[in-house]
Structures are given as C-alpha cells and as structure tokens.
C-alpha cells in the first residue's frame, strides 16, 4: 500500500465524521435540543391534562369571577 493510498484512507474517514465543532453545528443541535424539550413538555402537559380533575383546571374561571366581583365593588 502506498503513502498515497493510506493518506486517501485517513482522509475518507475524517469525511464520514460530521462537524461538531462549527457555530452552525452546534446551533443545530442546540435548536434540536430546544424542539425536543418543548415537545416534551407538551406530552407531559397533555399526560397531566388527561388525568387531572377538571375542578382543579377551573383556576381561569375563579380567576374570572374574582375579578367581576372586585369590579363591582
């Protein structure tokens, strides 16, 4: 094998890394991190909603009604 041919191999393998350290790699992987929390947090919004009593979720509607009857007083 010669010094050409091993230059070509370490080459091809330095190609199939991808680019971790770049600005736009790592802003990639940042927004895809950031994707994920928020999809996340969805599911577990939705999970939570699913099995909460719906008297707990009134919270807006007290809310609304303390704040109608602070305006008529």
């Not at 041919?5 to 350290?21: C, Y």
């Not at 929390?37 to 509607?61: P, Q, Y």
Request: no cysteine; proline share 4%.
């Amino acid at each position: 094998m010669s010094l050409a041919e091993i230059q070509d191999n370490k080459w091809e393998v330095e190609a199939t890394k991808p680019p971790l350290k770049n600005p736009g790699s790592i802003g990639i992987i940042a927004m895809m991190a950031g994707f994920m929390l928020f999809f996340v947090a969805v599911i577990i919004g939705a999970v939570v909603g699913s099995f909460t009593d719906t008297e707990e979720m009134d919270f807006d509607k007290v809310q609304r009604d303390d704040a109608s009857k602070t305006a008529a007083e």
